[in-house]
């Protein structure tokens, strides 16, 4: 059964066929991350049209995942300007895992160098040829790129804020997983709101308003910094090979979907997403994560961080400082780099 930790009506929602045309194209779908999130989206009826582009191996992942006997069109693109604008042209999602991701020792923000220009420029061909896109950012550091996309689209004259996110998803995946874990539930009844950003201590679970805010003492500390660090034990479990892909992969396939359900007409569809956010803008964070409610424009409504407790208000102060200067080195990068 596809998706089994997904809630009874979300699942009733996939499977009814799909109602609209609607392209989804993912840069750098020939990454670990990309692949299995192509081959879910090719199993979402949702998605009508699959987009695939990478600088090596676009087409032959397509060509693969083509034979998935589901409804959608595959197509995987060739290299360069033309390839790109083609994937992109007419897409209704943009995810972006393109980029480099973490080996052993290293922190997200360690991509940067790497990673700032590979979102740039995927960033201006999104801005030319996708300009009303909803935009998925899944490339790391997240906390940077998501600026640095905001900076691209501002430059071009096209942002909108309401069609940019940083993919956040899978930390409330862990946080729902490790809670589990921890009172022997089913993770498929287990939200944890996590806000903040996506890296480290700007990842903040806030575990007051799950089901168990009993969890206390060492007991919460160590489940707080297993999901602040749980996509390191991922990296030192691959030994080099990389970071998270397969969960990686899930996370962006749900937050895909709940978009297309949201555009569809579906009320009520909630995600976390690093968005720009008026919560702590005034800290230096113009950009937060929290729940967001989904609709046909994208973002419809950021909810508040709502009823916290004083530990957890400890934890976004310290996430707002590192998120501060996360965003604004990508927004410095844009500037110094056009
Ligand atoms: P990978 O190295 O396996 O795949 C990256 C793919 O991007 C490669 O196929 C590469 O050819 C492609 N690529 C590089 N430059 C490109 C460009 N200019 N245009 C198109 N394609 C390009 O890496 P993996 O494991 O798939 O990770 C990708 C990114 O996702 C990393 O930055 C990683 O840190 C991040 N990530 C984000 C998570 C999140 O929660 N947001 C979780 C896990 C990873």
Do not use: W
Not at 63 to 79: E, F, L, R
Not at 84 to 107: H, Y
Not at 113 to 125: G, P
Not at 318 to 326: Q, S, T, V, Y
Request: glycine residues 10%; hydrophobic residues 40%; aromatic residues 6%.
């Amino acid at each position: 059964m596809f998706r089994p930790a997904f809630s009874a009506a979300q699942r009733r929602c996939f499977s009814v066929s799909a109602q609209q045309n609607s392209k989804v194209t993912v840069l750098g779908a020939a990454g670990g991350i990309g692949q299995p999130l192509s081959l879910l989206l090719k199993l979402n009826p949702r998605v009508t049209e699959l987009a695939l582009y990478d600088i090596r191996g676009g087409p032959g992942v397509a060509a693969d995942i083509s034979h998935v006997n589901t409804k959608s069109k595959v197509t995987g693109y060739s290299v360069g300007p033309e390839g790109l604008k083609a994937a992109l042209e007419g897409a209704e999602i943009v995810l972006i895992p393109a980029g480099v991701p973490r080996k052993p020792g290293m922190t997200r923000d360690d991509l940067f160098n790497t990673n700032a220009s590979i979102v740039r420029d995927l960033a201006k061909a999104a801005a030319d040829h996708s300009p009303n896109a909803n935009l998925l950012i899944i490339s790391n550091p997240v906390n940077s790129t998501v600026p640095i996309t905001a900076e691209v689209f501002k430059s071009k004259g096209v942002y909108n804020p309401k069609r940019l996110f940083g993919v956040t998803t899978l930390d409330v995946v862990r946080a729902s997983r490790f809670i589990s874990e921890i009172k022997g539930t089913d993770p498929a009844n287990e939200e944890v709101t996590v806000v903040g950003g996506h890296s480290g201590v700007t990842i903040v679970p806030l575990l007051s308003q799950s089901n168990h805010p009993d969890i206390t003492g060492e007991t919460r500390d160590a489940l707080v910094n297993r999901i602040q660090f749980g996509g390191d034990e991922v990296v030192q479990a691959k030994d080099g090979a990389g970071s998270a892909t397969l969960s990686m992969a899930y996370a962006g396939s749900r937050m895909a979907d709940s978009l297309l359900r949201a555009a569809q007409g579906e009320q009520g569809v909630t995600e976390p997403a690093f968005v720009e956010s008026p919560l702590y803008k005034d800290q230096g964070c113009e950009f937060f994560s929290s729940r967001i409610e989904l609709g046909p424009e994208g973002v419809k409504k950021i909810h508040p961080v709502g009823k916290i407790n004083e530990y957890e208000e400890g934890l976004i102060a310290a996430a707002l400082k590192d998120l501060a200067k996360n965003i604004a080195k990508g927004k410095e990068f844009v500037k110094s780099n056009p």
